[in-house]
């Protein structure tokens, strides 16, 4: 007993180093189990991945070939890290020929697609702005046909990963995110997903998978890094700032556009069986003494373009991408025009919800549902958009839909929640 009571004395006696002590050792207990956490991640998807490398595969069936592209810039240059020890292990145990092509620099990604060969797969280790490069690389091939058919897989690496919460479950941890992403793409269930093609008179088209932002809201978002001192306050203090230089931020642009495309039925996933020889024999010999009368063709009907002025604070063209499996009687972007009436308090308060989730609308915004527009800015002034989060000079455009272009890996686990929330 007294030697408890002499250690209860010397912790009153030195209570600040024993408060910095307690603080240390709460800190170092708290990360050391957060590592054991993800190791126990890393071997549950790694033993989950053997299963599918111990199957068998047939004398005239070869291994699955994955192309990865990696950025290693990405997440300030940790993806390197994060792919080797959370995707790597597990594409190589599932029995999996991965060839890795890693960028020394921004845009490499568009030229390295023009030189990539067929694969079975092609995977995405990054954030936004490598996958958009990705996507822009693939479809500006001549071939883009054939390979735009090639299943994508998204491991989201970056500082932005719109797109993973589309295809993956939201979750906080990166290691459970990492891994759970590289699993949907051995699993193989895939969901089809919109384009917008962004072309412009002086340059190459340009391919987006989420949005088009234009306006205030993003030009601020921009600079809201720039006040990191003002801790939890630096995005109300960026929108505020803004406000002081220069009231209203009004934009104007002409829009034209056309109204959504019906969709067409979806076509069976399943090859019908090949009839009989017999039956076979019979048709040929029908159509032999009765040809078929061939309909002369359809002419398509005029396009109707919609004019319209806007003055906004902030312009959006966004797809349906945020929940892929919603079933639709249209294929349509949706075009968001922000009212151009909010004082500086509202403009604070609506940017600060932005800048969580860009693509919220505000109340009084207005949707436009669309299959293409052209929008018109004004010569000087313009600014600059973001196509998924990457910043491009701002100048007249065509966004037209490309409606379920592409293919990418989706979680089951995902698909089932999205069912849910449409």
């Known amino acids: 007993m007294g030697r408890v009571m002499k250690v209860f004395r010397t912790l009153r006696n030195h209570w600040k180093k024993s408060t910095f002590a307690a603080c240390v050792l709460s800190y170092g207990g708290y990360w050391f189990y957060g590592k054991h956490c993800d190791n126990v991640l890393r071997r549950e998807a790694c033993q989950e991945a053997r299963e599918f490398g111990r199957k068998l595969i047939g004398p005239q069936e070869t291994l699955k070939r994955a192309t990865v592209i990696l950025n290693p810039a990405a997440c300030k240059g940790k993806a390197n890290t994060l792919f080797e020890k959370n995707a790597a292990p597990i594409l190589h145990l599932a029995g999996v020929e991965v060839k890795i092509v890693k960028t020394d620099y921004e845009g490499q990604a568009k030229k390295l697609m023009d030189l990539m060969e067929q694969t079975d797969m092609l995977i995405v280790a990054g954030g936004d702005g490598t996958l958009q490069e990705v996507i822009t690389g693939l479809l500006r091939r001549a071939d883009e046909e054939a390979f735009s058919k090639t299943p994508i897989g998204f491991i989201p690496l970056g500082s932005h990963n719109s797109l993973s919460e589309s295809l993956h479950l939201v979750t906080d941890n990166k290691v459970r995110n990492i891994t759970s992403a590289t699993l949907s793409i051995l699993k193989g269930e895939t969901v089809p997903l919109d384009v917008l093609q962004i072309k412009s008179e002086k340059e190459q088209p340009v391919f987006g998978l989420i949005s088009l932002r234009w306006g205030s809201f993003r030009d601020v978002a921009e600079s809201i890094s720039k006040y990191w001192y003002l801790g939890p306050l630096k995005t109300r203090a960026a929108h505020w700032f803004s406000s002081l230089k220069d009231w209203p931020q009004t934009r104007h642009a002409s829009l034209s556009y056309l109204p959504p495309v019906p969709r067409p039925p979806d076509l069976p996933t399943e090859t019908p069986p090949r009839p009989n020889l017999l039956y076979r024999i019979y048709r040929r010999l029908q159509n032999y003494w009765n040809p078929p009368v061939e309909e002369p063709p359809v002419e398509p009907e005029?396009?109707?373009?919609?004019?319209?002025?806007?003055?906004?604070?902030?312009?959006?063209?966004?797809?349906?991408?945020?929940?892929?499996?919603?079933?639709?009687?249209?294929?349509?972007?949706?075009?968001?025009?922000?009212?151009?009436?909010?004082?500086?308090?509202?403009?604070?308060?609506?940017?600060?919800?932005?800048?969580?989730?860009?693509?919220?609308?505000?109340?009084?915004a207005v949707h436009i549902e669309a299959s293409a527009c052209h929008v018109t800015l004004p010569q000087e002034g313009?600014?600059?958009?973001?196509?998924?989060?990457?910043?491009?000079?701002?100048?007249?455009?065509?966004?037209?839909?490309?409606?379920?272009?592409?293919?990418?890996?989706?979680?089951t686990e995902r698909q089932e929640e999205l069912a849910q929330m449409s």
């Open 302 to 364: 005029p396009e109707h373009w919609e004019d319209k002025q806007i003055s906004t604070l902030e312009f959006t063209v966004s797809t349906h991408n945020r929940n892929p499996v919603k079933r639709r009687a249209d294929d349509s972007m949706v075009m968001s025009v922000e009212p151009d009436t909010l004082t500086v308090g509202q403009f604070i308060t609506e940017g600060t919800k932005k800048a969580q989730k860009p693509l919220e609308s505000s109340e009084n």
């Open 382 to 411: 313009a600014g600059f958009y973001n196509i998924d989060n990457e910043e491009f000079e701002a100048m007249p455009v065509e966004v037209r839909l490309l409606p379920r272009k592409l293919r990418f890996f989706c979680s």
